[in-house]
């Protein structure tokens, strides 16, 4: 057992309660409620009667609040289960900021659990739908037919061999006092249902008013972890815009604090300039003037944009980088590999992505997906030939960087396409296994 703890963490061990503190479940329990009673020929609760239902033991609730007698509010549970189990739980949302709180956490070698009174099959579900179980080391929550989990034994569960300094987060009394039962801390969280007096009363060790007041309790004064910087490139018609988009609202759902951008431009400075590039009007343009361009407005963006989100700890998500000038630059103009190399250099500061996705399109089906497309600016008016070096471009440069550049088969549906992006982007964002406690 590894009695010392890690330098930079305050907690060896984090125990989460799932619904209030890691996801907002509200509106998905809510209406799996409202649909139980009202297939059990109950009248309907208003909204404030539905919130009591979320947290504590469902079984306890309708005997509770709706004053079941237990055969009914069994029945009543297995109806909710119908709804919650297949719709409801995909009405969820992840709290803004928990996945890259969980990320630092596993990153500095924290165990982290949950401990919930959802069922486990469909809180494992939660957690692979929103990405969460890229870091839970354990999950546990009550055996299938035990309607009255008693919270301590949960987390007694969760606590894993040799924890030295373990503490639980939730948004419950019943969470702090489950902890403060096992003599360890119990941390409020006032952004759940629970609210202050509860927490309170429960004995909480400390509240935090939000996630990042939490992240400040569980990660101390370390600065945040530098964020993720993500590259989509491919040819003009590829859909890559698309994907970028459609990953950009995962990862917001996630939890994570996302920064979409894309080049040329992603700042008012670079977006003067790419309306330069890009106007069909600014027809005549030397090659050289184009790469300077793109690599001046490289610069502004780097600097305004990609650099400041990354120390945040954000995923910067970016359509098209450095590559894209390789690929129609250096061998769409001829200008040659070792000129972009060395003109982007300054732009860069040596800036680089961690993972770039290259959406590859045949050249023919790109161009004829582009025809019926919208109006093609200047760069969309090139010949075929032009598309042609483009495309073996991009070729080289997943080639020559086979670990940073990862290629994405993007002549299916969007949601074919997408699945493979999903793949992708989880394992940029999972980190290193926990260190065995
Ligand atoms: P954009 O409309 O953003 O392209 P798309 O929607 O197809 O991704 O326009 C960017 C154009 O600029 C696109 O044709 C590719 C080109 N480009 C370069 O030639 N070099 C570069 O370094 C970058 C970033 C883009």
Known sequence: MDQKMNASARYDVCVFDLDGTLTQSGIGIGRSVRYALEKMGRPTPDEDVLRRYIGPPLLESFMQIDGMDEPDARRAVEIYRERYNTVGWRENAVYPGIGTLLRALKARGVFVA??????????????????????????????????????????????????????????????????????????????????????????????????????????????????????????????????????????????????????????????????????????????????????????????????????????????????????????????????????????????????TLFYDMSPEAAMSRRRSASVPDRMERENEDFVLRVYDGFQRVVRENPRRVRRVDASGTVEEVFDQTRELLRSALAVGKTKKL
């Open 114 to 355: 949950v401990a919930t009174g959802k069922p486990t099959g469909v809180a494992s579900d939660i957690l692979a739908g929103f990405g969460l179980d890229l870091y839970v080391d354990k999950l546990v929550g009550p055996h299938p037919d035990d309607h009255h989990a008693d919270k301590a034994a949960l987390i007694a569960e969760a606590l894993p061999e040799g924890a030295v300094h373990p503490c639980m987060i939730g948004d419950r009394g019943g969470d702090v006092e489950g902890a403060r039962a096992l003599g360890i801390d119990g941390i409020g969280v006032l952004y759940g249902y629970g609210g202050r007096s509860e927490l309170e009363a429960a004995g909480a060790t400390c509240l935090a008013e939000d996630v990042s007041a939490l992240s400040g309790l569980l990660l101390g004064d370390d600065p945040v972890n530098r964020g993720l910087f993500i590259s989509f490139e491919g040819t003009d018609g590829s859909g890559k815009s698309t994907q970028l988009k459609k990953a950009s609202e995962m990862l917001t759902a996630w939890g994570y604090d996302v920064t979409l951008t894309r080049e040329p431009g992603g700042c008012p400075i670079s977006e003067r300039i790419r309306e330069i590039i890009l106007d069909v009007g600014s027809a005549g343009m030397t090659a050289e003037c184009e790469t300077l361009l793109y690599a001046a407005s490289r610069a502004q963006h780097v600097a305004q944009v990609i650099r400041p989100a990354l120390e945040r700890g954000a995923i910067v998500l970016c359509d098209r980088f450095v590559d894209s000038s390789m690929a129609y630059q250096a061998y769409g103009r001829r200008m040659g590999e070792d000129v972009i190399a060395r003109i982007n250099e300054p732009a860069t500061g040596g800036l680089e992505p961690d993972l």
